[in-house]
């Protein structure tokens, strides 16, 4: 079965598909290097939505929790949805502005953390709202603080192109669905303190995509929408893709705000970062492997990049181009025990020798987050490249410490 590129984004001011700015022999290897220059390409796209909307922006931690970054990008977003009660506090520490935290569901200790940490604190059911929604009002007003509810809904209508992240498919766990609502329901003490609606049903998707869920989610709920004070339309928006409409998503942003007078809020995660992240690794040892020698590189697909075999999708390599395409072609392996620990096939003008560097693109979004030591595998470097000065900055390493504390 051939594995698709990505659609890991191409075509910005550098190309992140095809070439990176700084010199990739500077990192330690293996090393995440995210080009700050690039960062604020993304951030301006999301700025111009903002100030055509009104509408409010925040940073998916899920996405990307680089916090380092996170004083860039303040000027421009308004806040963090966090997954769970760190990212939450990673949010309310680092980045501060709004903290919005969703989860399929929390403990009584979760609620307990995230009613000290979020404004926004949502529900994926009625169940737990009920359960957990008089507690958070209670234990935030303890502290003090104001606290918001909501809801998140299942928009009845999928859009998911890969089964394991479609987040509104036929079977979803995600979100109260249509025939759990009523307008007494809204009316009840049960939503005593309820002001957002949200709901997600997009991953890696265009503003059609956008338009498909909203008729949907209108022809649902359009009753009970003005019922509250702002609405999520979640994540996985492209905004800076190239070629991504953004004139249809600020049309269907002012739309929906105009006939409903709530505000909209999208959370991007990859749209962020989209493009600026790079895997810097290094050859090992090249070894014959049946009908292709394997380069073996000092990572590991599973611990570095598991994304490539769940998804499962081709990442792109700088200067490589597809099996036969050029003079010389391989396959690219890490250096774990399992098997499947091969990025894919790839050819390249000069053939690899031990020593070489290797650099994976758009590899910020849904891969720092995810990283393991597997195999005791460490963990690669971070850095930050600043084009302004052609500088990389590694602001942290990793360390067999790293690896200990965690498994006790």
Known sequence: MS??????????????????????????????VVDEGLVRDNLAVLANVKSRTGCRILLALKAFAMWRLFPLMLDTLDGVCASSPFEARLGREEFGNEVHALAAAYSRDDVMNLAA??????????????????????RAA?????LNLGIRIHPGHSEGATPIY???????????????????????ALFHGVTCLHFHALCEQDAVNLERVLEAVE??????????????????????????????????VNGFQDRFGVRVYLEPGEAAVLGAGYLVATVLDIV????????????????????????????????????????????LGGLSCLAGDVAGEYSFDPP???????????MAHYTMVKTNTFNGVALPSLAVYHPDTDAIEVVRRFCYDDFKNRLS
């Open 3 to 32: 594995v698709p590129e990505g659609p890991r984004r191409p075509d910005n001011a550098v190309d992140g598909r095809h070439e990176c700015r700084f010199d990739p022999t500077i990192p330690p290897s293996p090393c995440f």
């Open 219 to 252: 022809k649902r709920f359009a009753n009970h929408i003005p019922h509250f004070k702002s609405v999520n339309f979640g994540g996985g928006h492209h905004i800076t893709r190239p070629g991504y409409d953004v004139n249809r998503l600020v049309e269907l």
């Open 142 to 146: 303890d502290l003090g603080r104001g």
């Open 166 to 188: 479609d987040p509104s498919g036929p079977t979803s766990r995600l979100g109260v669905r249509r025939e759990n609502f009523s307008p007494a329901l809204l009316d009840s």
């Open 288 to 331: 014959p492997s049946g009908d292709m020698p394997t380069a073996i590189l000092d990572t590991a697909v599973p611990a570095h990049m598991p994304d490539v075999i769940e998804m499962p999708y081709r990442p792109f390599v700088v200067g490589s181009g597809l099996p036969g395409e050029k003079p010389y072609s391989c396959r």
């Open 117 to 138: 940490t979020a404004d926004h604190l949502l529900f994926n059911s009625l169940v737990q709202l009920k359960q957990y929604g008089p507690m958070a009002l209670a």
């Open 352 to 362: 690899l020798q031990v020593g070489d560097r290797v650099v994976f693109t758009d």
